[in-house]
Nanobody
Framework: EVQLVESGGGLVQAGGSLRLSCVVS????????IGWFRRAPGKEREGVAC??????VYADSVKGRFTISSDNAKNTVYLQMDNLVPEDTAVYYC?????????????????????WGQGTQVTVSS
């Protein structure tokens, strides 16, 4: 069983920063790749970033502004979000990669992920 719990969302002005946290619990101490996704009002869910051991990948829309990292001792994955813009407003989810992963080109595809947190709201005001 895998459980993911996000925290750290909130309201911030444009240009500000937030750090999201995702605490990962697994019954078998599995080493999961973890992705961050977001869903803005009226839009499809989109992949934001993923970390798989030392490998990271980012959506073009957040490159240079967001940083994904992990602290294995705390079983936590972070998403540092800097220089936020109103278009970053969304519910952010962390997710654990499923066992039938299609390969490196698919790290930001939500259908590759089997385990999901409940989400945390990020609102960026202009």
């Amino acid at each position: 069983e895998v459980q993911l719990v996000e925290s750290g969302g909130g309201l911030v002005q444009a240009g500000g920063s937030l750090r999201l946290s995702c605490v990962v619990s697994t019954t078998n101490n599995e080493d999961l790749a973890i992705g961050w996704f977001r869903r803005a009002p009226g839009k499809e869910r989109e992949g934001v970033a993923c970390i798989d051991n030392d490998y990271t990948v980012y959506a073009d829309s957040v490159k240079g502004r967001f940083t994904i990292s992990s602290d294995n001792a705390k079983n936590t994955v972070y998403l540092q979000m800097d220089n936020l813009v109103p278009e970053d407003t969304a519910v952010y989810y962390c997710a654990g990669l499923g066992p039938y992963f299609a390969g490196a080109d698919h790290y930001l595809d939500d259908y590759e992920y089997d385990y999901w947190g409940q989400g945390t709201q990020v609102t960026v005001s202009s």
